[in-house]
């Protein structure tokens, strides 16, 4: 049998090791005539500064001496109060005091900067070509540590971790002041004020924006609007998940309805709940609870008769279509939170947003605050952000301080937020839950504190009188609205079902 060669072939790594060392050998996006343009044309005029001056910043420039040339320009058109004056001349001082600009040449790299000018038409071109060759030198940075982290380079993340800050370094770039933002002329803005008074006024009920189910916040407050930060503050047993739940599924149900009504097939919108102390099947538990009328504990213990499951079975069912999302994710980050919003406003909609409670939420992904308060600060900014950005309603949850036990008026103030930093000042409405039921629950007098018979019956029937005016009874204070009136709104609460509601003070 003679002996055959076997035609070579070319391994896969072989091929892989070729096309990566071609990526390396890639020279970064960049324009260097476009630079050398850009420059010559703000010298020769002040005006083409003004065409670039609200995205072009010197660190956008691919060229250091390029980008330190337009810093010292910048500097000085800013120190004349942008009113011009600058050129190679009145400039020529901060020229030759440069290091960095002698090392390329001085002013007769200045004068071929000037010799680069096509004119001062393009100017803002010439800004956008410099700053999208930025934006690709970004994307290649991120791209970059993608894969260095992947191999190993930061294993103090973990992988979802690392998932997390790739999106949090994107989100950064796409949202860039550079890119976005600027004067919006008046008119426009209130075209937009006239259409928002339009919708006010055509719409019963004096809502404008998203229901909360609660008669008197919404007459108050005129519903949950669009891009505002609302806090929900008070200390534990107060009900806050509870009034967080039963606004969030109030939003569903309305938005629901109205999908109804306009014959859609799914609603426009939806609500997400970030539930970072209870888990989905105990929110989900406690929603049932509510609608059904069966109280939790019966539910956990099993103690359920067959009527109370056949109402159980209906309300599952019409609980099941509403557009309500939970996620259970513990310690979630501000950029997991961010990211997982904008994918179901971009499968979904969103119309709510409900995180119960910021405190046990972490920075941005690669942050590392040096205080707690910071740390808060900065979830609260990022929480208002995500507000702005996503156009929806956040509503945070958050702890109080204990110093509010230690006083006889157990309602909650502003300075009782724990960890304020920046809650009350990145809050557009900040609300405090009460039940003074809670308190003077464990106020009961005992006969043992007492020298006779006759004065415990006289305490405790004072006490009972007490207990009967605030029996079922909740206070929804309403401490800071940025876009309206403050006060306190009765609630009617239910602790059987931890169910909230309007109170009915008069009846006919």
Known sequence: MSDQNPTPQTSPTTDQG????????????????????????????NKAYESV?????????????????????????????????????????????????????????????????????????YGKVIHDCWVRRQLIGIGTDIVNNAFGARPDLDGPEQISASEEALFNLATDKGQEGGFLV?????????????????????????????????????????????????????GKTALATKIAFSAARALMQEAQDEG?????????????????????????????????????????????????????????????????????????????????????????VVVDYLQLMRPAIGTRPDSRVLEISMITQGLKAIAKELDVPVIALSQLSRQVESRDDKR??????????????????????????????????????????EKYQLALEEWQRKMSLVHNKAELILEKQRHGPTGTIPLYFEGEFTRFGDLDSFHE
């Open 18 to 45: 070729g096309e990566l060392q071609s990526l390396l050998q890639r020279v970064p996006p960049t324009n260097m005539q476009a630079e050398q343009a850009l420059l010559g044309a703000i010298l020769t005029n």
């Open 53 to 125: 001056s609200d995205f072009l910043h010197p660190s956008h420039f691919a060229d250091a001496v390029n980008a330190h040339l337009y810093e010292l320009i910048t500097r000085r058109i800013e120190r004349n109060g942008g009113k011009g004056g600058v050129d190679i001349i009145t400039m020529r001082g901060d020229f030759e005091a440069s290091a960095t600009l002698a090392a390329a040449g001085g002013t007769e790299y200045v004068a071929k900067l000037l010799n680069a000018m096509v004119g001062i038409v393009n100017a803002r071109d």
């Open 186 to 238: 008046f008119s426009q803005a209130l075209k937009s004020a006239l259409e928002i008074a339009d919708q006010a006024y055509r719409h019963t009920g004096d809502i404008v924006g998203l229901t909360s189910g609660l008669r008197d916040f919404d007459k108050k407050t005129g519903g949950l609007h669009p891009s505002d930060l609302l806090i929900l503050a008070g200390r534990p047993a107060m």
């Open 264 to 352: 859609l097939e799914r609603p426009r919108g939806s609500v997400a709940i970030f539930s970072l102390e209870m888990s989905s099947e105990q929110l989900a538990t406690r929603i049932l609870s509510e609608q059904a009328e069966v109280s939790g504990e019966r539910i956990r213990r099993g103690d359920i008769g067959s009527k109370d499951f056949d109402r159980f079975v209906r309300v599952a069912t019409e609980l099941q279509r509403l557009p309500l999302h939970i996620d259970d994710t513990p310690a979630i980050s501000l950029s997991a939170m961010r990211t997982r919003c904008r994918r179901l406003a971009r499968t979904h909609g969103l119309s709510l």
């Open 412 to 453: 909650p103030m502003l300075s009782d937020l724990r960890e304020s930093g920046s809650i009350e000042q990145d809050a557009d409405a900040v609300m405090f839950v009460y039940r003074e039921e809670y308190y003077l629950q464990q106020r009961k007098p005992k006969d043992s504190t007492y020298s006779s018979p």
